[in-house]
T-cell receptor, first 112, second 115 residues
């Protein structure tokens, strides 16, 4: 059974803080993704990675960076958090792009 | 890049009725179309997917149809039940030639099944 876990369910940070969101999957999946979910906007891809130390920008990468030092772990970094980054962040992993994406439980981030 | 439009944004049906959600995509090279269901407070989960070499796929009360000429695909749920109430997302592969392929999601449809 695939398990994707995220480091926090809820997080409150202040404007300007550096924020780390971590995602770990235990199924040896090649692909990992970070999405942002906002009401009425669906799931928007921030960054993705198809291999260790590889990363590609998604549709809304501005203000974010990522790190993938190990296959099972994919971190999302907000270098200087802003209030417009208040959102639900979902991590996902898949074996291949044409396979099911398994999502984590999400991190609801509030930036004050 | 790929653009996926999803309609309607909300849908309310009576238990036992059918529900249809439609998505259109922009890139004719797209060849994979999954549907995800997200129940309230839970993570999205794949419920069905279709590839471009197939026109229709069924799984019990759920079916997906694909019209490549018109560039649209639809989710059909028959004999709806209250547990079908959720947000449904369609998606399509963005066959971006300058980088790696990725999924692009529609904005979602909130389906409510009234008992």
């Amino acid at each position: 059974d695939v398990k994707v876990t995220q480091s926090s369910r809820y997080l409150v940070k202040r404007t300007g803080e550096k924020v780390f969101l971590e995602c770990v999957q235990d199924m040896d999946h090649e692909n990992m993704f970070w999405y942002r979910q906002d009401p009425g906007l669906g799931l928007r891809l921030i960054y993705f990675s198809y291999d260790v130390k590889m990363k590609e920008k998604g549709d809304i990468p501005e203000g974010y960076s990522v790190s993938r030092e190990k296959k099972e772990r994919f971190s999302l970094i907000l270098e200087s958090a802003s209030t417009n980054q208040t959102s639900m962040y979902l991590c996902a992993s898949s074996l291949r792009i044409y396979n099911e994406q398994f999502f984590g439980p999400g991190t609801r981030l509030t930036v004050l | 890049g790929e653009n996926v439009e999803q309609h309607p944004s909300t849908l309310s049906v009576q238990e036992g009725d059918s529900a249809v959600i439609k998505c259109t995509y922009s890139d004719s090279a797209s060849n994979y179309f999954p549907w995800y269901k997200q129940e309230l407070g839970k993570r999205p989960q794949l419920i069905i997917d279709i590839r471009s070499n197939v026109g229709e796929k069924k799984d019990q009360r759920i079916a997906v149809t694909l019209n490549k000429t018109a560039k649209h695909f639809s989710l059909h749920i028959t004999e709806t039940q209250p547990e079908d109430s959720a947000v449904y997302f369609c998606a399509a592969i963005d066959p971006y030639q300058g980088g790696s392929e990725k999924l692009v999601f529609g904005k979602g449809t909130k389906l409510t099944v009234n008992p």
